[in-house]
């Protein structure tokens, strides 16, 4: 069985694990570390959606004692397993009332199913962290690629939707990598703030983590 659930600590009792639903993506980023290595501290991180709720929960049946949080996250956009994240959510929030739960995701998911996804993982989601990635839609179509309409657009409604809810948001930029010179990290954390979100520049890293 491929990994669906990993840490990134050699600990052997993490405090956070990773749920790596789906390798698919509405975005295409020059960074992404999916065109870049195959795994992350070991876990192979390619696979084909082709699983059920209980391999997600044996995987995390493994961490004993449980970690502090669950961190959607993984080699693709999470929400396009929507229905599969939720029910793990439901699953945690049934067995682990106090682990924290954050989604970190391109902010897509709203525009895709045509929905406010924000309100529906109300009191299933902790955190959001959303990729913003640049100041305007030029320079977010040249580093994210998007393959759907309006993206950026879409992004700052998603992170404005996350506040809305009352849900505690980070908007982030990747800055060091070196085909990007050109993203204005402090208009981000300005763009951030005015749609209620935290802000973080997270410095590229060769590995991801
Ligand atoms: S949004 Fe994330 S998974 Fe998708 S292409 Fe960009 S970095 Fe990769």
Not at 51 to 59: C, V
Not at 117 to 133: A, R, W
Not at 158 to 177: M, N, R
Request: aromatic share 12%.
């Amino acid at each position: 069985m491929y990994t669906l659930v990993y840490s990134i600590d050699k600990n052997e009792h993490p405090e956070t694990v990773y749920v790596n639903l789906t390798n698919a993506c509405t975005n295409s980023c020059i960074f992404c570390l999916r065109s870049q290595k195959d795994d992350v501290c070991g876990a192979e991180m390619w696979h084909d959606d082709n699983y059920s709720l209980e391999d997600i929960i044996n995987q995390f049946e493994k961490y004993n004692p449980t970690p502090e949080n669950v961190v959607f996250c993984g080699y693709g956009e999470p929400f396009l397993r929507r229905e599969m994240m939720k029910e793990f959510c439901k699953y945690l929030r049934e067995n682990y009332p106090q682990i924290k739960i954050r989604v970190n995701t391109n902010g897509h998911a709203s525009a895709v199913y045509k929905t406010n996804i924000p309100k529906e993982f109300k009191g299933l989601v902790d955190s959001y962290s959303v990729s913003l990635n640049a100041a305007n839609d030029t320079d977010y179509d040249n580093i994210c690629k998007p393959k759907i309409k309006n993206a950026y657009e879409e992004v700052k409604k998603f992170i404005k939707a996350c506040a809305d809810e009352g849900t505690e948001v980070t908007a982030s930029v990747v800055t060091g990598f070196d085909k990007i010179h050109y993203v204005d990290a402090s208009e981000c954390e300005k763009i951030a703030k005015e749609l209620g979100a935290k802000f973080r520049n997270r410095e590229f890293i060769e590995n991801g983590y």
